[in-house]
């Protein structure tokens, strides 16, 4: 028996892990729990030495000093600012009254507002409760079927999960080992693409069934019609921005398509604010609300996302910017107060211990697991998979799915990617395309019954029992938890066919590889030959200093 469990210590230890889960006890207590008793099993077995141990609290050191994940409380606490100040409730009247008049303009309202928040908070739990608390009635109130606005809604508030600055890309990136800047230029396309995916459907239901998914009543749309006068401030923008890239595509410069956008936003918001503070009617009311609640969130995705793609911060930089810059733009509303700063504060320090904790118990479990040589038994296995490639990804991407239904995505990433780095080196498949791909994945979890966080914080904030809309004076059925699963089960199969496309068309997330400066050979060289280095010499240097082209000197033997 003995030899048995020496032989075996490796998967014995996976499926303990797998039941200690299961009993219900907390991921990262089953963990450490795990790892440690285990770790004292293997040194009464002799597999390795009491000593071994001693590298742990070094490990947790590791994770402590590890400034990527710093990253994490500062979108954490930039999402949370924004969901206090009531930007997602602006967001969503006004686009709900733009996309109004047509079928599923609600629908095509949420998800647009469930992207830029996305791209602006990277945290699920705020876009659907700000989505549930103030789309959910308007939606139910004109006539939209239960689970069609249901679904939606989770399925919009899980592109924070994809869009940059998305917490899980982040986890990803550092467990994986590669860089968080390369795994947000990745993520951007199939984001974004996912997204589109979301409107077609809404397009296709509401052309076989408009019944589903009516548009906005007249009386509803207060801020009146106008949208011409719109498109005619986003050509302007659209001139500027064309205008301002080719002024500054010049050799040498980087990303001049960035600040061509960012000067094209600026100008679109002063127009409006022009507008609304002389009474220069120039615009309608409803454009100028549009430009002038679109344009704040534009500006918080330049300053975070902008400046990490071209190379002016790192994404834990880029965070902290953020940050700052949703509490200057609470302020600028006059939203901001010590009540939300600290709500936003205890939300961001939840999340951020909640990770750590697992992330800790994870390096100890691992530990262990290492020791007994856990991660070749694992590598063996999925190297001794059919089909090579395609047969590990299959496998992966399955078992990743099935995990979705009953834990976390923190937890997925910490306990199942550490063990597949390995064998996908060994297999040449680039880790930023496997993380994205894995991303993907991971956001179905958030929809995928019985344990799907959407799911519940959507439940949280939906009506339960019948009321009385206080508008209309209807009687609004309450909605079902069966309702709401149900809801969710045709944005799952969309985000499937999503990691499919990820996974046949890799160009989408691989274009990253070209988003760095490229130089040629001859570049390069002048750039070598242009180099001055105070007191050694070089062109530029001090005068009397020797230059690079001097003879090498002699050798010491």
């Not at 963990?31 to 293997?42: D, E, M, R």
């Not at 550092?174 to 974004?192: F, H, Q």
């Not at 995990?403 to 297999?427: K, R, T, Y």
């Amino acid at each position: 028996m003995t030899q048995f469990i020496i032989a075996n210590m490796a998967p014995i230890m996976f499926v303990s892990l797998i039941a200690f889960m299961l009993v219900g006890y907390p991921v990262s207590f089953s963990l450490a729990a795990n790892g440690l008793i285990f770790g004292l099993l293997g040194i009464q077995l002799g597999l390795f030495q009491p000593a071994f141990l001693q590298a742990l609290p070094d490990r947790v050191l590791d994770v402590m000093r590890n400034e990527v994940l710093l990253a994490i409380p500062f979108f954490t606490f930039m999402g949370l600012i924004l969901e206090r100040s009531r930007m997602a409730e602006d967001l969503l009247d006004t686009m709900g009254q733009l996309f109004g008049p047509v079928r599923g303009g609600l629908a095509y309202a949420v998800i647009f507002v469930g992207a830029l928040m996305a791209a602006t908070t990277g945290v699920v739990a705020a876009a659907i409760i700000s989505m549930g608390l103030i789309s959910l009635p308007i939606m139910l109130r004109y006539g939209y079927d239960q689970r069609i606005a249901s679904g939606v809604i989770m399925a919009s508030g899980t592109l924070a999960q994809i869009i940059p600055p998305s917490l899980v890309l982040i986890v990803v990136a550092d467990v994986l080992g590669v860089s968080v800047g390369d795994m947000y230029a990745g993520a951007m396309i199939p984001g974004l693409i996912l997204a589109a995916s979301f409107a077609l459907f809404i397009f296709v239901v509401t052309l076989f069934n408009p019944n589903l998914a009516p548009p906005l009543p007249l009386e509803a749309r207060t801020l009146g019609s106008g949208i011409t006068s719109l498109f005619v401030v986003i050509a302007v923008a659209v001139a500027v921005t064309v205008g301002v890239t080719w002024y500054l595509t010049v050799p040498g410069r980087q990303a001049p398509e960035v600040f061509g956008a960012a000067a094209g936003v600026v100008v679109a918001y002063l127009i409006a604010l022009a507008n609304k503070k002389l009474n220069l009617n120039l615009l309608s009311r409803l454009a100028t609300q549009v430009i002038m609640v679109l344009v704040p969130p534009l500006a918080l995705i330049f300053l975070v996302l902008g400046t990490i793609f071209i190379g002016l911060a790192t994404p834990t930089e880029g965070g902290a910017m953020g940050a700052a810059g949703a509490v200057v733009l609470a302020a600028i509303n006059r939203r901001l107060d010590f009540k939300t700063i600290k709500s936003a504060t205890e939300g961001t320090l939840k999340l951020s211990a909640f990770v750590m904790f697992i992330l800790i118990g994870a390096r100890v479990f691992a530990l262990t697991f290492y020791g007994v040589d856990g991660n070749i038994w694992v590598k063996n296995l999925l190297l001794g998979l059919p089909g090579g490639q395609v047969g590990f990804l299959l496998f992966v991407n399955t078992v990743v799915f099935l995990l979705g239904f009953f834990i976390d995505f923190f937890e997925i990433c910490f306990i199942l990617l550490p063990l597949i780095i390995a064998p996908a080196q060994a297999l040449g498949i680039d880790l930023v395309w496997l993380g994205v791909l894995l991303g993907v994945n991971l956001q179905t979890s958030f929809l995928t019954p019985p344990f799907g966080f959407a799911l519940f914080y959507l439940r949280s904030v939906a009506p339960k029992a019948d009321y009385i809309d206080k508008v209309t004076g209807k009687l609004i059925p309450g909605i079902s938890t069966t309702t709401i699963y149900k809801g969710a089960v045709p944005f799952i199969a969309v985000q499937s066919v999503m990691v499919l496309i990820v996974f046949f068309f890799p160009g989408i997330v691989t274009h990253y590889r070209d988003v760095g400066v490229k130089l040629d050979a001859g570049q390069v060289q002048q750039q070598l030959d242009n180099i001055v280095v105070p007191g050694i010499g070089g062109p530029g240097g001090l005068p009397g200093m020797p230059s690079f082209d001097m003879p090498p000197p002699p050798s010491f033997r």
